[in-house]
Nanobody
Framework: QVALVESGGGLVQAGGSLRLSCAAS???????MGWFRQAPGKEREFVAS????????YYTDSVKGRFTISRDNAKSTMYLQMNSLKPEDTAIYYC??????????????WGQGTQVTVSS
């Protein structure tokens, strides 16, 4: 099990930016990391993922062109740069890690979540 700690959430006006960070206790055996979010009354949804070795990235359509996922291998840290934020981006954001060898799936380790609130 990998311990994950998110930071960087907060309150921002629509159109603003935030940068989330996710520090992993170890990157041993981690192959993919991802960001998910859960808005009030809704199910948790995928936001973005990145392969730990090659930097392959995936995004959900609603954040393409606005969010950028990245990682710093030396620091065992993943980031989510969020620009042009919209009120519908308001949610608790979770980072997750996977040891899957076949792609961004089976995320078995999760952080505690960080709140992002976008005011209109």
């Amino acid at each position: 099990q990998v311990a994950l700690v998110e930071s960087g959430g907060g309150l921002v006006q629509a159109g603003g930016s935030l940068r989330l960070s996710c520090a992993a206790s170890t990157r041993t055996f981690i192959t993919w990391m991802g960001w998910f979010r859960q808005a009030p009354g809704k199910e948790r949804e995928f936001v973005a993922s990145i392969s730990w070795s090659g930097g392959i990235t995936y995004y959900t359509d609603s954040v393409k062109g606005r969010f950028t996922i990245s990682r710093d291998n030396a620091k065992s840290t993943m980031y989510l740069q969020m620009n042009s934020l919209k009120p519908e981006d308001t949610a608790i954001y979770y980072c997750a890690a996977s040891k899957s060898l076949t792609g961004p799936e089976n995320f078995g380790s999760w952080g505690q979540g960080t709140q992002v609130t976008v005011s209109s």
